[in-house]
């Protein structure tokens, strides 16, 4: 049986993954997948695959996509996610801001640099016109972190999942002032190249196997009660968070939007180049 690492967020997006291992259907093609939780996001995962500490990782496609222009020895293997990811920008409940445009200048928590807490935040300041050389950061490892952060006056405002975020906002601990929508697939699976070299047909089954398995997953018996109780979110913001989310049933990467993605990076700055499509995306 060939074991392989597999890291992703603690969050409701990769409940199929975390079902689908629990309930034995990787190990029935004789395979060993391991989940391993990273709180700290897509920066946490990246850095894991560099250092031989994850084989595979589900990363958010624009904190992937900048490290792999960086050097990162990985490949995109497969969209996850083809919708978009939705994030909030929040403060204190109690502060005295109240719209997005008075949050320039200000200090953004983050889980980690690369992360999608700190790329988003310059998304939404292009999209401000904001001076985004200028944009500040306090890196604070995951929302808990960011929320202590708040607390504590480190940072002023912070970007997350709306989902995972809004039962902060309902017990009164945050305020909501404005949301930004990824303009590409929010998900993607990458692999490590010497994993992917060794196991490609491991890898491709392992595809395969979770594009089968999504295929029918909004329609599991008491699937957004599941959602709602294991990640402890309301069930109404569940409804309409599962009626948006798109899981990808197929293999295959556009062009187009990884193109998009790289533009989007080099004009903030974040990579110097932007690379071949072939540098960051193995067909299988």
């Given at each position: 049986?060939?074991?392989?690492?597999?890291g992703?967020?603690p969050?409701h997006?990769?409940?199929?993954?975390?079902?689908?291992?629990?309930e034995?259907?990787?190990?029935?093609?004789?395979i060993?997948?391991?989940?391993?939780?990273?709180?700290?996001?897509?920066?946490?995962?990246?850095?894991?695959?560099?250092?031989?500490?994850?084989?595979?990782?589900?990363?958010?496609?624009?904190?992937i996509?900048a490290?792999i222009?960086?050097?990162?020895?990985?490949?995109?293997?497969?969209?996850?996610?083809k919708?978009?990811?939705?994030?909030?920008?929040?403060?204190?409940?109690?502060?005295?801001?109240?719209?997005?445009?008075?949050?320039?200048?200000?200090?953004?928590?983050?889980?980690?640099?690369?992360?999608?807490?700190?790329?988003?935040?310059?998304?939404?300041g292009?999209?401000?016109?904001?001076?985004?050389?200028?944009?500040?950061?306090?890196l604070?490892?995951n929302?808990?972190?960011?929320?202590?952060?708040?607390?504590?006056?480190?940072?002023?405002?912070?970007?997350?999942?709306?989902?995972?975020?809004?039962?902060?906002?309902?017990?009164?601990?945050?305020?909501?002032?404005?949301?930004c929508?990824?303009?590409?697939?929010c998900?993607?699976?990458?692999?490590?190249?010497?994993?992917?070299?060794?196991?490609?047909?491991?890898?491709?089954?392992?595809?395969?196997?979770?594009?089968?398995?999504?295929k029918?997953?909004?329609?599991?018996?008491?699937?957004?009660?599941?959602?709602?109780?294991?990640?402890?979110?309301?069930?109404?913001?569940?409804?309409?968070?599962l009626?948006?989310?798109i899981?990808?049933?197929?293999?295959?990467?556009?062009?187009?939007?990884?193109?998009?993605?790289?533009?989007?990076?080099?004009?903030?700055?974040?990579?110097?180049?932007t690379?071949?499509?072939?540098?960051?995306?193995?067909?299988?």
């Open positions: 049986m060939i074991s392989l690492k597999l992703g967020v969050e997006f990769n409940l199929p993954w975390r079902l689908a291992i629990e034995g259907v990787f190990k029935n093609q004789n060993d997948l391991q989940w391993i939780d990273h709180a700290g996001g897509t920066g946490s995962m990246t850095k894991a695959l560099r250092e031989g500490e994850l084989d595979m990782a589900i990363c958010l496609t624009e904190g996509v490290d222009a960086k050097g990162n020895g990985a490949k995109i293997i497969k969209v996850y996610v919708s978009p990811l939705t994030w909030g920008i929040y403060v204190n409940a109690n502060s005295s801001f109240q719209g997005i445009e008075e949050l320039e200048g200000k200090f953004f928590g983050i889980s980690r640099f690369g992360s999608g807490s700190h790329l988003m935040a310059y998304v939404k292009r999209d401000l016109n904001w001076n985004t050389k200028k944009m500040q950061f306090v604070l490892k929302l808990d972190g960011i929320r202590e952060g708040l607390k504590s006056n480190l940072a002023d405002t912070f970007m997350w999942e709306q989902v995972m975020t809004q039962p902060y906002v309902d017990n009164g601990e945050l305020k909501q002032i404005g949301q929508i990824t303009p590409w697939s998900f993607v699976l990458a692999v490590r190249t010497d994993v992917l070299e060794k196991h490609e047909f491991v890898i491709k089954t392992i595809c395969q196997t979770l594009n089968y398995y999504v029918g997953f909004k329609q599991r018996p008491q699937i957004i009660h599941i959602l709602a109780d294991r990640y402890n979110i309301d069930l109404e913001d569940t409804a309409h968070w009626h948006q989310t899981w990808d049933e197929t293999n295959e990467i556009p062009e187009t939007m990884i193109q998009k993605v790289q533009d989007t990076l080099q004009e903030l700055e974040i990579i110097p180049n690379k071949n499509y072939q540098d960051l995306v193995h067909i299988l």
